[in-house]
């Protein structure tokens, strides 16, 4: 389990050993899915109050998170241990 801050800047990345389900813990964040031709396919928003607050991304997916509020805060979990990102799970 990883408990972190959703950054401003992250890169569209993927994990490809794990799926990983997101908690928005407070303030507001998009969530963005990619396709292999770095085409957007869905953008979801999250908030502790909000219709969405948590969502599963599931192994291999595309995906990025911008937060839309200063001080927003995540909470990640996935289903296997953590690995580093390697090279090839890096869009670019």
Partial sequence: MRFGIALAAPSV???QKTSE????LR???VW????????CTETIELSPNGPVAALNVPIGQW???HALE?????LEV???TYEPLEEGDIMK
């Fill in 13 to 15: 990345h993927r994990h």
């Fill in 21 to 24: 389900t997101v908690v928005c």
């Fill in 27 to 29: 303030g507001r964040l």
């Fill in 32 to 39: 963005e899915y990619y396709d292999e031709m770095r085409r």
């Fill in 63 to 65: 995906h990025t998170v």
């Fill in 70 to 74: 200063s001080g927003t805060v995540i």
């Fill in 78 to 80: 996935k289903d296997g």
